[in-house]
């Protein structure tokens, strides 16, 4: 009776065993694909857009940013998830260079992560003509951060202006473990979010989301 038992679950276990092994080939593929979909340079470095977004939590991100808007690339900048509290002046200060001539130009949000991100942008270019941006955060993050925001915001045409961090070996990445558990992190982050745009778009409307991007961009600082 036990062997029958054990002969009877043993197909079972073997087509769980596959299904398993399947997942795991898809996310595999999936990785080295979205691995592809990392920006390996600026592809657009000079055209002019109507406001520069930099996403804070990494380095080097800021004083591009600024570097951007001090070249003229924009007249405004706005800069999501800066720690709650913080001035633009005591910005300014963060940065290497004194550059207080820019803090009239320059708004801030208090994001805690990617869909806030956008959700506090989109409501800040609210009643601004804008429509073009030009977004800048890390290369590795660039991929999620296109998908937040062109779902936020269909209608902005967004410049990708990733940024480098030496830390983040891309050539190669598969070598270096850190690079690879990060890149492994955001490729998961990646497909949460895509699944829970799709959700999104499918039961709950454009109402919804309007509502969300006031609710998470109400604390938005915005001038003019």
Avoid: C
């Amino acid at each position: 009776m036990v062997r029958r038992r054990i002969r009877e679950r043993a197909p079972r276990f073997g087509n769980l065993l596959l299904v398993l092994v399947g997942i795991a080939g898809l996310w595999w593929i999936g990785l080295f694909r979205f691995v592809e979909a990392i920006p390996a340079e600026i592809v657009d470095r000079v055209s002019q857009t109507d406001a520069i977004v930099v996403l804070t939590g990494g380095s080097g991100r800021l004083d591009v940013g600024l570097d951007l808007l001090e070249a003229d690339n924009a007249s405004r900048l706005f800069v999501s998830g800066v720690y709650k509290g913080m001035e633009v002046r005591r910005l300014l200060n963060l940065s290497k260079k004194g550059r207080a001539h820019l803090e009239s130009k320059i708004n801030i949000g208090n994001a805690e992560n990617t869909r806030e991100n956008a959700a506090e942008t989109t409501a800040w270019i609210a009643g601004k003509d804008i429509q073009t941006l030009r977004l800048v955060t890390a290369a590795y993050h660039m991929p999620r951060s296109l998908l937040e925001f062109n779902n936020a915001m269909p209608g902005v045409r967004i410049i990708p202006n990733p940024v480098f961090p030496k830390h983040v070996m891309q050539e190669r990445w598969w070598l270096y473990p850190g690079t690879a558990m990060l890149i492994s992190s955001e490729f998961n982050k990646f497909l949460f979010a895509w699944a829970r745009n799709w959700v999104d778009h499918l039961f709950l409307g454009q109402g919804f989301r309007d509502k969300m991007s006031n609710l998470l961009g109400s604390n938005a600082k915005a001038s003019g």
